[in-house]
């Protein structure tokens, strides 16, 4: 089946950095993808959507300012956490759809763990 | 407004009994229903979607049941076994590429061996 990787898997930062973390799709393209976030034993919020060749949606409650989301090709976007916080510490999710229409799957990266000190 | 509900945040089952997890939504434009299985500090992976024409799909052990009058649809696992212990996140979407997922809560799963 499809793939999507991300990169780093974890990341441990001190407060006031920038993070960058990468989602791929590596084996189609990708029209759109989508970041979450997710806290310890809730669901999954979407963040963002991502769509290649413009800028990205927020969800109601995101900071674009603070999550900056690149999707400069139909197999990468990037989401950057700036000026990190304690509170910005979470598990970050990308996943994908291909280009084509088809049965609504999305394809889900690996998660990023982040822990900001 | 939530428009993909799971109303159970957790449900217990025995190894080999059926495990029964519901899902209600209230946007009747979807065209596509989708089920997900999560392990801790892992991105979810798909198990088994649904299309809006349909009221049935079976996957092995997985079946997923849409009833588009009563805005339901339902994961039956049979039979249940300890490595379904996960959160099962049901969700929601329109056909077109553009347009995003939407997730209900999840339902965490604890199949007891």
């Known amino acids: 089946g499809a793939v999507v990787s991300q990169h780093p898997s974890w990341v441990i930062c001190k407060s006031g950095t920038s993070v960058k973390i990468e989602c791929r799709s590596l084996?189609?393209?990708?029209?759109?993808m989508f970041w979450y976030r997710q806290f310890p034993k809730q669901s999954l919020m979407l963040m963002a959507t991502?769509?290649?060749?413009?800028?990205?949606?927020?969800e109601q409650g995101v900071e674009k300012d603070k999550f900056l989301i690149n999707h400069a090709s139909l197999t990468l976007s990037t989401l950057t956490v700036t000026s990190a916080h304690p509170e910005d510490s979470s598990f970050y999710i990308c996943?994908?759809?291909?280009?084509?229409?088809?049965?609504?799957?999305?394809?889900f990266g690996e998660g990023s763990r982040l822990t900001v000190l | 407004d939530q428009q993909v509900k799971q109303n159970s945040p957790s449900l217990s089952v025995q190894e080999g009994r059926i495990s029964i997890l519901n899902c209600d939504y209230t946007?009747?434009?979807?065209?596509?229903f989708l089920w997900y299985k999560k392990y801790p500090a892992e991105g979810p992976t798909f198990l088994i979607s649904?299309?809006?024409?349909?009221d049935k799909n079976e996957d092995g052990r997985f079946t997923v049941f849409l009833n588009k009058s009563a805005k339901h649809l339902s994961l039956h696992i049979v039979p249940s076994q300890p490595g379904d212990s996960a959160v099962y996140f049901c969700?929601?979407?329109?056909?077109?590429?553009?347009?995003?997922?939407?997730f209900g809560p999840g339902t965490s799963l604890s199949v007891i061996p």
């Open positions: 969700a929601a979407s329109r056909k077109t590429s553009y347009d995003k997922v939407i």
């Open positions: 946007n009747s434009m979807f065209d596509y």
């Open positions: 991502s769509n290649e060749g413009s800028k990205a949606t927020y």
């Open positions: 084996d189609f393209q990708a029209t759109t």
């Open positions: 649904i299309s809006s024409i349909k």
């Open positions: 996943s994908a759809r291909a280009r084509t229409e088809g049965t609504g799957e999305l394809f």
